[in-house]
């Protein structure tokens, strides 16, 4: 492809930094924002809107604005909020209405209007500002306006053709969802936002509503793709559409029809750019992204691209660095909107999987669906929703849901929070010494209850590196004891898991810091795997796939391990069958080759781990809990996928498996995982409420606050935190102090008590 195309086509240098002249691709509000604000800049500025629609034509109903992007919008153009604002449709409620009970919460500001009228007010602001409106009219080829133009805005939408004639440079990824939906419209108000199901024959559906005039309110039905063709939709015109839609949400409707504007079931497209500016053009709105509408975010993104876009102009001496600095600016919000996004619609296409659940956890569930409403700000929101959710999930009164007591077996942890397992390798020929003591006990100290060990390997082959702990060995079963018997008797309450594991094809290597995953640079021991595949050819080495003989011994390692655990005191012995170690390499169809009983399917690939988890629950003591950590996917085409989670939570259960400390990933170094906040608790949820099996979240839970909302919400029993424990020890005393409880829970050590307070930090006069 040609290099960048100048200003109007000329060769090299720097374009100017407030263009004169302005193509904008693409009529919806962002482009029509965008072309207001920037003549608005500048009157000298040519600006010329194409939009192949009638000035007239639009698609859906109403539109809903955040507080945030009003502000922004009333700083821009007062003259455009002033006329928004007299239009603004608000409210503060939400109902949910699931299996004909209707659950309210309040305290959430809405403000919507109808998306006919919404173009109205910027056609006028940019007819009074002398934008050119080019309605009925295709624009010129993308590199027919790049050269006519010093800057071409491209805001055509999820389907820019704009994007599409440079996609060689834009580099756009499109992924098309599971659920199909349509866009109606309703002729009465609403009085809340409403969600409501429909559980039928064929499956469940969805409903999304909203008023956004006086007389008139949006309708949104989706459904999964197989149960929209069950139910027949797919067949259905546009009319039979409406009207089967009114049928199943009659309730909602009170009887009232349903009407159609240019509708059509149609599957939700999540659009993302590596780059989204190329010479002087450049995408804003859904051209550049997109985020699914249950968020009600596609017009907001679009706005707040437009003002970021003009402020960005203004700011910068020339056009390419200005384009370079919105996509900087912009780039972190969109990408934090987009997870968001992507959390609540996965949570919908979920749907079937959540309708059991008691109403108003269902409900509390559904509003923290995107992590951004959360447990905290729903207590400021609605305390006495807040508080009849948490009484229906056991919170005693003035406790945090964190701070409820959970019992496995014949172990009752005192609050829910793990120390995630975090390899240190400090160790000696396997032996725990005084920095494991001081590790695991300041964290028994500060408050959790439940404190895992780093994967405790069963043999010396078994080790990731030569400073990994293991458990072959009295010796070493002596020096844990040590440990086991300071948190019993200094942090009483606190319990002490083992993780056990082995290596597999990821063992012999350098210490993380010395170069994680590279091999030793000398003394160097033979690695076994399920497979003779290594980890990376040509860095790692091959391992020796294990036979029958092999097998038995490595059964029997855990084994022996398991014992000599139950004899050093510990309280809960986890099985570490993720990130590609041993076991976890029998388990994904990318490290499992075998042709033999161990291997082909996932019942045979479970073969192995499940002998191993029989032995171990056999030695381990009955009272004492047995959980077992797995990678729930390898974030990798072809690797073990949600659905084979749940199908090995569930076989692990059988065999013994108290809960399932669900993490991903980690078994390929060519995985491609989607990182964000509580990224990986989608995978417990869906297990959890897929088999009933209690489960471990993990995965950037940072603070407490998430905690509470995934336990509230129904997403897990216990979280597990890792890097925030690292930066504070005491971590869960913390968080009851930032909570105000001061319960049996989380009690501070007679030594600590006069610290249970925060220091003040200085002068308060």
């Given amino acids: 492809m040609a290099g960048p195309v100048t200003a109007r086509g000329a060769p090299g240098g720097p374009r100017p930094a407030s263009p004169s002249r302005i193509a904008v691709v693409g009529g919806g509000p962002g482009g029509l924002y965008a072309a207001a604000l920037l003549k608005r800049r500048d009157p000298r500025r040519e600006v010329t809107v194409w939009e192949r629609n009638a000035p007239t ?28 604002d007299r239009e603004l449709v608000r409210w503060e409620d939400i109902d949910v209405v699931h299996r004909g009970r209707r659950t309210t919460s309040t305290g959430h500001a809405f403000a919507a209007l109808g998306r006919r009228r919404l173009l109205e007010i910027l056609h006028a602001r940019c007819a009074d500002l002398g934008v050119r409106l080019r309605f009925r009219a295709e624009a010129p080829p993308a590199a027919e306006l790049a050269a006519g133009n010093d800057l071409v805005v491209a805001a055509d939408g999820v389907h ?8 060689a440079h834009f580099r756009p990824r499109i992924t098309t969802h599971r659920c199909r939906y349509i866009w109606l419209a309703a002729d009465f108000a609403l009085d809340a936002f409403r969600f409501e199901t429909a559980e039928t024959g064929h499956g469940v559906l969805q409903l999304h509503a909203y008023p956004y005039e006086s007389g008139s309110s949006t309708v949104i039905v989706e459904a999964r793709e197989e149960v929209w063709r069950a139910a027949g939709l797919h067949v259905l015109d546009e009319a039979g559409s409406a009207a089967r839609c009114a049928e199943l949400f009659a309730g909602t409707l009170g009887g009232r029809r349903l009407r159609a504007n240019n509708s059509a079931w149609t599957a939700f497209r999540t659009v993302v750019n590596d780059r989204w500016s190329y010479g002087n053009t450049v995408l804003i709105g859904d051209a550049a992204h997109t985020a699914h509408f249950s968020i009600g975010s596609g017009t907001k993104l679009a706005v707040e691209d437009a003002l970021a876009l003009a402020d960005n102009l203004d700011a910068h001496r020339t056009t390419d660095e200005a384009l370079a600095a919105y996509e900087a600016a912009r780039r972190p919000a969109v990408a934090s909107t987009q997870r968001a996004a992507a959390a609540s619609l996965h949570w919908f296409e979920e749907l079937a999987d959540r309708v059991d659940r008691p109403p108003r956890r269902f409900a509390f569930d559904l509003l923290t669906r995107s992590r951004r409403v959360t447990h905290a700000n729903l207590r400021l929101r609605d305390p006495a929703f807040t508080a009849t959710v948490e009484d229906d999930f056991g919170c005693p009164p003035g406790t945090p849901p964190m701070f409820t007591p959970f019992r496995l077996r014949g172990l009752t942890l005192r609050n829910r929070i793990v120390v995630s397992p975090m390899d240190l390798y400090v160790a000696q020929d396997g032996v725990p010494g005084d920095f494991h003591l001081v590790h695991l006990g300041s964290r028994a100290l500060g408050g959790a209850g439940l404190v895992m060990t780093e994967m405790v390997c069963v043999s010396p082959t078994g080790r990731i590196t030569p400073g990994c702990t293991g458990l072959w060995t009295d010796e070493q079963a002596a020096a844990w004891s040590r440990i086991t018997d300071f ?34 640079p000398e003394g160097n021991w033979p690695l076994v795997a399920a497979s003779p595949l290594p980890y990376r050819p040509g860095v790692n080495q091959t391992p020796t796939a294990l036979d029958r003989t092999g097998l038995t011994a490595v059964r029997e390692e855990f084994t022996a391990a398991a014992r000599r655990a139950a004899r050093s005191g510990f309280d809960l012995l986890e099985l570490h069958a993720a990130h590609g170690y041993l076991l976890s390499g029998f ?64 076989a692990l259960a059988a065999h013994g498996a108290d809960a399932i400390d669900v993490s991903t990933g980690q078994v390929v170094p060519h995985e491609t995982p989607a990182h964000g906040r509580s990224y990986q608790a989608p995978y417990a949820d869906r297990i959890r409420n897929e088999t009933g099996v209690p489960v471990i979240a993990v995965g950037a839970i940072s603070s407490w606050d998430d905690v509470n909302s995934l336990l509230l919400a129904g997403r897990a029993d216990l979280c597990a935190l890792a890097r925030p424990h690292l930066y504070d020890p005491h971590w ?34």
């Fill in 732 to 765: 869960t005393l913390h968080a009851a102090a930032e909570q105000g409880y001061e319960g049996p829970a989380a009690p501070w050590p007679a030594p600590y008590r006069a610290g249970s307070r925060r220091p003040p930090t200085g002068r308060r006069d």
């Fill in 160 to 167: 820019s053709r704009t994007r599409q004639a440079y996609a």
């Fill in 57 to 84: 034509d639009t698609f859906g109903f109403g539109v809903v604005l955040s507080d945030e992007t009003l502000g922004g919008i009333r700083d821009a153009d007062p003259v455009v909020y002033a006329a928004l």
């Fill in 487 to 520: 948190v019993h008797t200094s942090a009483p309450g606190a319990a002490l898991g083992v993780q056990l594991g082995h290596s597999g094809r990821k063992g012999s290597t350098r210490r993380m810091w010395e170069g994680i995953d590279r091999p030793l």
């Fill in 587 to 650: 388990l994904s169809p990318l490290t499992n080759h075998r042709t033999d009983a161990y291997g082909g399917d996932l019942e045979g690939r479970l073969r192995f781990p499940l002998e191993v988890l029989d032995a171990v629950r056999e030695a381990w003591p009955d009272d004492r809990p047995l959980t077992v950590r797995i990678s729930a996917t390898d974030w990798a085409e072809g690797g073990t996928t949600a659905e084979d989670a749940v199908t090995i939570a569930r």
